[in-house]
């Protein structure tokens, strides 16, 4: 399912920080967070799809990808790869408005997601979801500068769960004000919080005990499928100079947590913000 709470062009030394988790199921085959055969992108891959759900360029590019919650009766048993869709425009040189304009006629053939791509040296980022709340065409959106809360509704929408998220991200910054953010620690505190919601709190798609399963920021819970829930917590910090850091704890054989952590410059970058 996934769930992200960034911060956007409202910050003088960091333009972007995101911290994201990615819920899947346990035994999906999964890439850990590395460089790509292009020396350009990283992230990690999902061994099945192909796709990722979280990358970054050397040259500011940026997707991260959740999925929309809905009824499995909406799902298309044939859909495309939702997580071809990041990799696409990581691997495209359009801009974030172009590339959106590009894949409009296509949403229709991918089941419900939520899509943000960005590129930091123009300060550009839209958020794209095929499942609008009051429209039958999909939602293209230039995000605000602020914080932001992407789960599986709509961007922003209040489930209790991304107002917890919100207000434990905002008195994180508000606690570390004054220069560098202590990154790893930030994201251990505030996405790793296993609080749940009662049943009156939740969305309602699905059946109240698997709700109640997926209310947490970090979701661990049996499906009759598999062991399901967050499979790895990432944190990517975009300094004004242009400085990236890419970190990742991961989920490896059952109950191992492993740590990646990717540093670089971006190429051709002058000051950001």
């Known amino acids: 399912m996934c769930i992200a709470v960034f911060l956007w062009q409202s910050h003088p030394l960091y333009p972007f920080l995101l911290f994201l988790n990615r819920d899947e199921y346990h035994e999906r085959a999964t890439e850990a967070l590395r460089w790509w055969e292009d020396d350009e992108t990283v992230g990690g891959r999902d061994l099945v799809g192909g796709g990722t759900w979280l990358g970054c360029t050397r040259h500011g590019r940026i997707a991260f990808l959740t999925n929309f919650r809905e009824q499995e009766t909406s799902s298309l048993p044939n859909a495309k790869s939702r997580g071809h869709l990041p990799l696409r425009y990581l691997q495209s040189l359009k801009s974030p408005a172009e590339f959106a304009e590009e894949i409009q006629d296509e949403l229709s053939l991918y089941n419900g997601f939520n899509l943000v791509v960005a590129h ?62 202590p990154v790893k620690m930030m994201v251990e505190e505030v996405m790793t919080n296993t609080v749940k919601d009662q049943e009156p709190q939740l969305p309602h798609v699905f059946p109240p005990e698997l709700e109640y399963q997926l209310s947490s920021i970090f979701v661990d819970t049996q499906r009759p499928t598999g062991r399901y829930g967050t499979r790895s917590i990432s944190a990517l910090s975009i300094k004004s100079h242009g400085e990236v850091c890419l970190y990742e704890r991961h989920l490896e054989d059952g109950d191992s947590w492993k740590e990646h952590t990717q540093h670089f410059a971006l190429q051709n970058q002058g000051i950001i913000i």
Not at 134 to 149: E, F
Not at 156 to 165: E, F, I, N, Y
Request: aromatic share 6%; glycine share 4%.
């Open 120 to 181: 930091v040296s123009s300060r550009s980022m839209i958020y794209i979801t095929n499942r609008p709340r009051h429209s039958d065409k999909p939602v293209v959106t230039q995000v605000s500068p602020g914080i932001h809360v992407l789960s599986n509704a709509s961007l922003d929408t209040p489930w209790p769960k991304c107002l917890r998220l919100r207000q434990g991200f905002k008195q994180l910054l508000a606690e570390n004000e004054v220069g560098e953010f």
